[in-house]
């Protein structure tokens, strides 16, 4: 998957990590960029910063509609799309003490948001045989996350759909790569760690904070090799063999560490 030349839809690029692929695939020669985010003026002042090829189109991804509809707009602007970055997500820290709210807000921005991107998206892909999602997850997707029931099954099923939507259609065209990172400098995390909250500081606990712009070059590298797994943290590829060959092993290690953590 090369960028340069592709018309890239990027949502959740208000800020983070969604902004600095917008700004990296500018640097790659995309052909047109449609930045999108709820906060229609943070996708606005994105889209400014990257000229002529790139557009704003406020959008919340939990609905269906309104993802159909940006994927018309990116049409409309600057043709189909080659690229769909479905980006944005949530996080509140919560365990036990999460409610149905929490659940369902963490299950339509985490997982759904990807449901209706691949719906809108895919069939454009198909009949021009061609067609990439990278879907922004986490590393808790892929091992787990102390403190944040909510966000780890929603990350643990976006990485699911992911899978299936590779196995599904890869061999018709479709790419799909899924970005797993850990700690990454953003507004969803930083100020976790600034409040003591126990996912937030985990996630400090087991790796580097990566920035942004250091993210987005790693997903250029890894759609031009078209890998499944972006892992910006390169140590969680053995943190999951580690927990692929001993579970149980592994279950207890996080316990041991979970325990070390501020409650």
Avoid at 80 to 98: I, K, Q
Avoid at 112 to 122: E, K, R
Avoid at 154 to 160: G, L, N, P, R
Wanted: some cysteine; proline content about 4%; aromatic content about 6%.
């Amino acid at each position: 998957m090369q960028v340069r030349d592709s018309v890239v839809v990027v949502t959740g690029a208000g800020r983070g990590i969604g902004a600095a692929l917008a700004r990296r695939f500018a640097a790659e020669g995309a052909a047109g960029i449609v930045v999108s985010d709820v906060d229609g003026d943070s996708a606005a002042a994105v889209a400014a910063e990257l000229g002529g090829k790139a557009v704003a189109v406020a959008a919340d991804v939990t609905d269906a509609a309104q993802v159909a509809a940006l994927v018309a707009a990116a049409e409309s602007h600057f043709g189909p799309v080659d690229l769909f970055c479905s980006n944005a997500g949530v996080a509140f820290g919560r365990g036990m003490d999460a409610s149905p709210a929490d659940w369902a807000t963490n299950l339509n921005v985490n997982l759904m948001a990807h449901v209706h991107a691949a719906n809108a998206a895919l069939p454009s892909m198909l009949s021009r045989g061609r067609g990439y999602f990278l879907n922004t997850a986490s590393a808790a997707g892929l091992l787990m996350s102390p403190g944040d029931a909510p966000y780890n099954v929603s990350k643990h099923a976006a990485v699911a759909f992911a899978e299936w939507l590779s196995a599904t259609y890869g061999d018709q065209g479709i790419g799909v790569s899924v970005l797993c990172p850990m700690g990454v400098r953003t507004d969803m995390l930083m100020p976790g760690i600034e409040q003591g909250e126990t996912a937030a500081l985990a996630v400090a606990a087991f790796g580097d904070i990566l920035e942004p712009a250091a993210v987005a070059d790693i997903v250029v590298e890894g759609l031009a090799a078209e890998q499944f797994h972006i892992l910006p943290h390169p140590e969680v590829a053995t943190f999951l063999q580690r927990k692929a060959s001993d579970i149980d092993r592994w279950l207890s290690g996080m316990r041991r560490a979970t325990a070390q953590l501020p409650r």
